[in-house]
C-alpha cells in the first residue's frame, strides 16, 4: 500500500518544519511521541545546518532526499541555502529558500500520498506557515499551526529590523498566514491573547511545549561541575535576546562571593564576545563550557544548586516561554529567573524558585546570593515543587496525547474551515 494510503483508522500527519532531525529541536521528540499516541508521520523539512552553519555530514544542501529516521517514519528534505555564518543575508536566503523549495519540490516529493491533517512546527520566521498554506490547496489537508514565535513582534525585539513600514508589512503577511489556517496553537498563554485578534475566525488554543523524555543511564558522560561550590548554570543559545550582558555583569558583582560558580552551556552570536569579557575583566566565577548533546544537559543539572534563565527587557519576549523552562522544571533545582512577563510568574505560581526584572543585574547578583543562603531544605522545597508543576503541565506523553486530539478535531472540521469542534474559549 502506498504511504499515505493507510487504512488502519490511525491519523495520517504531514509534519511541515524548517528546523529538524539531527538539528537539536523539540520537535522530534513531539513527532515520536505522536507517532506513539496513535498518528503515522511524514516529515517535511530541509537539510539541516543548524546551530553551526554547515550542512551536516551525510546531507547535500541542493538535494531531493528521502530517508527513514531510525525510528521508522519518512523525512523528505528539500533543497536550502545553508545557515553559514549567521549574518542577515544569509539567514534571510535561509528561510526563504525552504519556503520556496517546500512549496515547489515538496510537492513534488509528496506527490499522490494523501494527509488528513498538517502539524507545521512554526519557529522564526513565521513565513514557513505558507508552505503549509500550499499544501491546505493541493492535498486538501487542514493546517494547524504551532506558534513558537509571534511576528513581526519577535523580529522587533531582535533589534534588526526597526522600520515601521516593514515591520507593518510583516504583520500584514503574518495575518493572512493566520487566517488561511484551520487551527492555531500557541506555545504560551501570552501569545493566545495577542493571537485571537490576528486570527479572525481560526480557533486558537494554547498547547505548551512539552518536556523532555529522562535519557537512558549512562546514554551521554557530562562533564563534572566544579565541587564544593554553590554551581548555577544556564543552558541553551548564547544570543542576544539572552541578555548575556547581563550575566556578564551579575558575575562581575559576585566576586565577593567566591563559592558562587556560574557556568553557561550552549553556543551563540554572544559566545565570542562572553570569553572577551572574561578574560579582559578577569571573571573567574562565569565559565562558558560549550554545546552538549541534549541528553547530556540533565546530567548537568543534577549537579548544580540552581537554574539561571535570562532574556532582554522586552514587551515582546514577556509573552513568550522558553523552551528550556520545561526541562529545568524536570530536573527538579530551584529556578533562577530574569525575565518578565509569562515565564516568571509560572515560577511564583509553582513556587520553583526566584524571579528578578530582566536585564537587572544587581537583582540577578542579589537572588543569587540570597538563593545560596537560604537553608538546603528551602531549595529543596523549590525542586520539588518545580518537579510537580512539571508532572502536572508538561508531561511528554500526556501532552501528545492531547495535540492528538486537537489534530483529529481540526482533520473532523474539514476544509474550508469552519468554527465546528474548537472553540475560542479561555485558554486550557
Given at each position: 500500500?502506498?504511504?499515505?494510503?493507510?487504512?488502519?483508522?490511525?491519523?495520517?500527519?504531514?509534519?511541515?518544519?524548517?528546523?529538524y532531525?539531527?538539528?537539536?529541536?523539540?520537535?522530534?521528540?513531539?513527532?515520536?511521541d505522536?507517532?506513539?499516541?496513535?498518528?503515522?508521520?511524514?516529515?517535511?523539512?530541509?537539510?539541516?545546518?543548524y546551530?553551526?552553519?554547515k550542512?551536516?555530514?551525510?546531507?547535500?544542501?541542493?538535494?531531493?532526499?528521502?530517508?527513514?529516521?531510525?525510528?521508522?517514519?519518512?523525512?523528505?528534505?528539500?533543497?536550502?541555502?545553508?545557515?553559514?555564518d549567521?549574518?542577515?543575508?544569509?539567514?534571510?536566503?535561509?528561510?526563504?529558500?525552504?519556503?520556496?523549495s517546500?512549496?515547489?519540490?515538496?510537492?513534488?516529493?509528496?506527490?499522490g500520498?494523501r494527509?488528513?491533517?498538517?502539524?507545521?512546527?512554526?519557529?522564526t520566521?513565521a513565513?514557513?506557515?505558507?508552505?503549509g498554506v500550499?499544501?491546505r490547496?493541493?492535498?486538501?489537508?487542514?493546517?494547524?499551526l504551532?506558534?513558537?514565535?509571534?511576528?513581526?513582534?519577535?523580529?522587533?525585539?531582535?533589534?534588526?529590523?526597526?522600520?515601521p513600514?516593514?515591520?507593518?508589512?510583516?504583520?500584514?503577511?503574518t495575518?493572512?498566514l493566520?487566517?488561511?489556517?484551520?487551527?492555531?496553537?500557541?506555545?504560551?498563554?501570552?501569545?493566545?491573547?495577542?493571537?485571537?485578534?490576528?486570527?479572525?475566525?481560526?480557533?486558537?488554543?494554547?498547547?505548551?511545549n512539552p518536556?523532555?523524555?529522562?535519557?537512558?543511564?549512562?546514554?551521554?558522560?557530562?562533564?563534572?561541575?566544579?565541587a564544593?561550590?554553590?554551581?548555577?548554570?544556564?543552558?541553551?543559545n548564547?544570543?542576544?535576546?539572552?541578555?548575556?550582558?547581563?550575566?556578564?555583569?551579575?558575575?562581575?558583582?559576585?566576586?565577593?562571593?567566591?563559592d558562587?560558580?556560574?557556568?553557561?552551556?550552549?553556543?551563540?552570536?554572544?559566545?565570542?564576545w562572553?570569553?572577551?569579557?572574561?578574560?579582559?575583566?578577569?571573571?573567574?566565577?562565569?565559565?562558558?563550557?560549550g554545546?552538549?548533546?541534549?541528553?547530556?544537559?540533565?546530567?548537568?543539572?543534577?549537579q548544580?544548586?540552581?537554574?539561571?534563565?535570562?532574556?532582554?527587557?522586552?514587551?515582546?519576549?514577556?509573552?513568550?516561554?522558553?523552551s528550556?523552562?520545561q526541562?529545568?522544571l524536570?530536573?527538579?533545582?530551584?529556578?533562577?529567573?530574569?525575565?518578565n512577563?509569562?515565564?516568571?510568574?509560572?515560577v511564583?505560581?509553582?513556587?520553583a524558585?526566584?524571579?528578578?526584572?530582566?536585564?537587572?543585574a544587581?537583582?540577578?547578583?542579589?537572588?543569587?546570593?540570597?538563593?545560596?543562603?537560604?537553608?538546603?531544605?528551602?531549595?529543596?522545597a523549590m525542586?520539588?515543587?518545580?518537579?510537580?508543576?512539571?508532572?502536572?503541565?508538561?508531561?511528554?506523553?500526556?501532552?501528545?496525547?492531547?495535540?492528538?486530539?486537537?489534530?483529529?478535531?481540526?482533520?473532523d472540521?474539514?476544509?474550508?474551515?469552519?468554527d465546528?469542534g474548537?472553540?475560542?474559549?479561555?485558554?486550557?
Amino acid at each position: 500500500m502506498p504511504e499515505g494510503e493507510r487504512n488502519d483508522g490511525r491519523l495520517r500527519v504531514l509534519l511541515i518544519s524548517h528546523y529538524y532531525w539531527p538539528e537539536p529541536f523539540r520537535i522530534n521528540q513531539v513527532t515520536e511521541d505522536l507517532i506513539a499516541a496513535g498518528a503515522d508521520v511524514t516529515v517535511l523539512t530541509g537539510h539541516p545546518s543548524y546551530p553551526g552553519g554547515k550542512v551536516f555530514e551525510g546531507y547535500q544542501a541542493h538535494r531531493l532526499q528521502h530517508e527513514r529516521h531510525p525510528a521508522g517514519y519518512s523525512i523528505y528534505r528539500v533543497p536550502v541555502v545553508p545557515r553559514g555564518d549567521g549574518r542577515a543575508l544569509r539567514l534571510v536566503l535561509n528561510y526563504m529558500s525552504f519556503v520556496v523549495s517546500g512549496i515547489v519540490f515538496g510537492a513534488w516529493l509528496l506527490r499522490g500520498q494523501r494527509f488528513d491533517v498538517q502539524f507545521n512546527y512554526t519557529t522564526t520566521p513565521a513565513f514557513q506557515g505558507f508552505v503549509g498554506v500550499w499544501f491546505r490547496l493541493i492535498k486538501r489537508a487542514p493546517l494547524v499551526l504551532w506558534i513558537q514565535d509571534i511576528w513581526p513582534q519577535a523580529l522587533q525585539a531582535t533589534g534588526f529590523v526597526k522600520s515601521p513600514a516593514i515591520l507593518a508589512t510583516v504583520g500584514w503577511i503574518t495575518r493572512r498566514l493566520y487566517r488561511w489556517s484551520d487551527l492555531i496553537l500557541c506555545q504560551s498563554r501570552a501569545f493566545v491573547t495577542m493571537l485571537r485578534p490576528e486570527a479572525g475566525r481560526v480557533p486558537v488554543r494554547f498547547f505548551p511545549n512539552p518536556g523532555e523524555h529522562p535519557p537512558a543511564p549512562g546514554a551521554v558522560q557530562a562533564p563534572v561541575l566544579p565541587a564544593n561550590k554553590f554551581n548555577v548554570v544556564f543552558g541553551g543559545n548564547l544570543g542576544t535576546l539572552q541578555a548575556m550582558e547581563t550575566v556578564v555583569a551579575a558575575a562581575r558583582l559576585l566576586r565577593d562571593e567566591p563559592d558562587v560558580q556560574i557556568t553557561l552551556f550552549g553556543s551563540g552570536a554572544m559566545q565570542d564576545w562572553i570569553a572577551a569579557q572574561i578574560a579582559e575583566h578577569d571573571i573567574a566565577n562565569l565559565a562558558l563550557a560549550g554545546r552538549l548533546p541534549p541528553e547530556a544537559m540533565p546530567q548537568i543539572y543534577a549537579q548544580c544548586q540552581a537554574l539561571l534563565l535570562t532574556l532582554v527587557d522586552s514587551p515582546d519576549l514577556a509573552q513568550t516561554v522558553p523552551s528550556k523552562f520545561q526541562s529545568y522544571l524536570a530536573a527538579g533545582i530551584p529556578l533562577l529567573v530574569a525575565v518578565n512577563g509569562e515565564a516568571a510568574e509560572l515560577v511564583v505560581e509553582a513556587g520553583a524558585g526566584m524571579a528578578v526584572p530582566a536585564e537587572d543585574a544587581a537583582a540577578l547578583a542579589d537572588a543569587i546570593r540570597e538563593l545560596k543562603r537560604r537553608p538546603a531544605e528551602q531549595r529543596s522545597a523549590m525542586g520539588l515543587a518545580a518537579q510537580r508543576y512539571f508532572d502536572k503541565n508538561y508531561r511528554p506523553e500526556q501532552l501528545a496525547e492531547t495535540l492528538l486530539v486537537l489534530l483529529k478535531t481540526a482533520a473532523d472540521c474539514g476544509w474550508p474551515p469552519d468554527d465546528v469542534g474548537l472553540k475560542q474559549g479561555d485558554a486550557k
